[in-house]
C-alpha cells in the first residue's frame, strides 16, 4: 500500500516506532567509557574550574565517541551534584564567609646613574552568593626616578549585584581614587544601574554594566567639581586554556564637565599551583585635565600573581 493509503493514525504510530527504535538504538551503541576515564572526568568536577572539566571531557569523548552520551551524562551529574553543595554551602555562609580573590605585585629598583623604584600592588576579593555578588578591589601603582617621583596612582573600590534573573542584575559602585599625574587629588564615585551576563560559560565569560553615577572630583588646582555623568563598564574574560586566560575591564563616564576613559587588557599564565605570571597595560583618559597635565596616561606591569 502506498503513502495515500495510510491513515493518520498509521502514520502517527509509525513515527513513532521510529523515534523509539531510534532511542533504542542509540542506548545501545552507547558504551560506558573506562573507569579511568571516569576517575579523570571526576577529578577534573573537583578543581571546581569549568573550563578544566569541560576540556577533560571533551578530549574523553575524541577519545572514546562511542562513550559520548555516558560522558555527557556524567559531567551533567557531577556539574548538578557541584551546584547543590554549592547553594547548601552558601545558605550556611555569614558575610565574611566564601570569599575567594587574588593579590598581585611586582617591584623593581635600580641603582647607580639612573635610580629607580617601582611598586606595583593589587588586591581583589570576590564572594558569590545565592541572591548577591560582592567585589572588593584595591590598586597602587608607584614610580620614582632619579628623586622623583613620577607616578603615584592608588584606587579602591566596591561593586554589589543583586541577581534578578540568572542574567539580569541590579548593580551599585563605589569608588575612590587619587592621581596627581592625571590632574586630581581625590575623586569619589558612587552610581546605580544595571547589568547583563552576555556570556556565562566555563570558556568565556563577558558582562556589560551602566547607569548614572555621581563624581566628587578635587583637583591639583584645589579647584573641585561635582559632576552628573553617565557611567558605562564591561569585563570580558577568555580562558584559552586551562592555565592561560585574557582579560578586558574597560569603562566610560559621559556626560559631565570631565569625561573619563578608561582599559585594562592582561595576560595571565599559571606558573606552579595558585602562582601566576601577569602581563597587563592600562590607558587612563580624562577629557579636561588641569593645565599642564597630559589628557592620556598608560602603565604597562608585568606582576605575579596568587590565587586564594
Known amino acids: ?48 574550574n569549568p573550563a578544566t572539566l569541560k576540556q577533560t571531557a571533551d578530549l574523553a569523548k575524541a577519545t572514546y ?10 559531567v ?15 545558605r550556611e ?30 588586591v581583589k576579593l570576590n564572594k558569590d552568593g545565592i541572591d548577591w555578588q ?10 620614582h626616578s632619579n628623586g622623583v617621583t613620577t607616578a603615584n596612582r592608588e584606587l579602591a573600590s566596591y561593586d554589589a549585584n543583586y ?39 566555563p570558556i568565556m565569560t563577558w558582562q556589560v ?26 569585563q570580558f574574560v577568555w580562558n584559552f586554556t586551562p592555565a592561560t586566560a585574557f582579560s578586558e575591564d574597560a569603562g566610560v563616564y559621559l556626560g559631565g564637565r570631565d569625561n573619563t576613559y578608561f582599559s585594562t587588557t592582561a595576560a595571565t599564565t599559571k606558573i606552579l599551583g595558585d602562582l601566576s605570571a601577569r602581563l597587563s597595560f592600562n590607558i587612563n583618559i580624562e577629557s579636561h585635565p588641569p593645565p599642564g597635565i597630559q589628557n592620556t596616561s ?3 606591569r608585568f606582576t605575579l600573581v596568587y590565587g586564594f
Not at 539580569?168 to 592625571?182: H, N, T
Not at 548614572?212 to 559632576?227: G, H, K
Open 1 to 48: 500500500m502506498g503513502l495515500t493509503g495510510r491513515t493518520p493514525l498509521t502514520i502517527r504510530l509509525s513515527a513513532a516506532a521510529a523515534a523509539a527504535y531510534l532511542i533504542f538504538a542509540t542506548a545501545a551503541v552507547a558504551e560506558p567509557p573506562p573507569e579511568p576515564i571516569v576517575r579523570l572526568i571526576t577529578e577534573a568536577a573537583r578543581t571546581g
Open 65 to 74: 565517541p562511542a562513550s559520548a552520551p555516558e560522558i555527557d551524562a556524567l
Open 76 to 90: 551533567a551529574n557531577l556539574q548538578a551534584q557541584a551546584e547543590a553543595a554549592r547553594v547548601a554551602r552558601l
Open 93 to 122: 555562609q555569614g558575610f565574611f564567609q566564601g570569599w575567594s580573590g587574588e593579590g598581585e605585585i611586582g617591584a623593581s629598583q635600580t641603582t647607580g646613574t639612573a635610580r629607580n623604584t617601582t611598586i606595583a600592588a593589587g
Open 134 to 143: 560582592h567585589h572588593l578591589a584595591g590598586l597602587v601603582d608607584y614610580q
Open 163 to 201: 541577581k534578578i534573573t540568572p542574567r539580569l542584575f541590579a548593580d551599585g559602585f563605589l569608588q575612590w581614587e587619587q592621581d596627581r599625574f592625571a590632574g586630581f587629588t581625590r575623586r569619589f564615585t558612587e552610581s546605580l544601574g544595571l547589568g547583563y551576563n552576555i556570556l556565562g560559560g
Open 209 to 234: 554594566s551602566g547607569g548614572p553615577a555621581l563624581r566628587q572630583t578635587t583637583f591639583i588646582t584645589r579647584a573641585s567639581e561635582n559632576d552628573v555623568t553617565a557611567r558605562g563598564a564591561t
Open 298 to 300: 598608560t602603565i604597562s
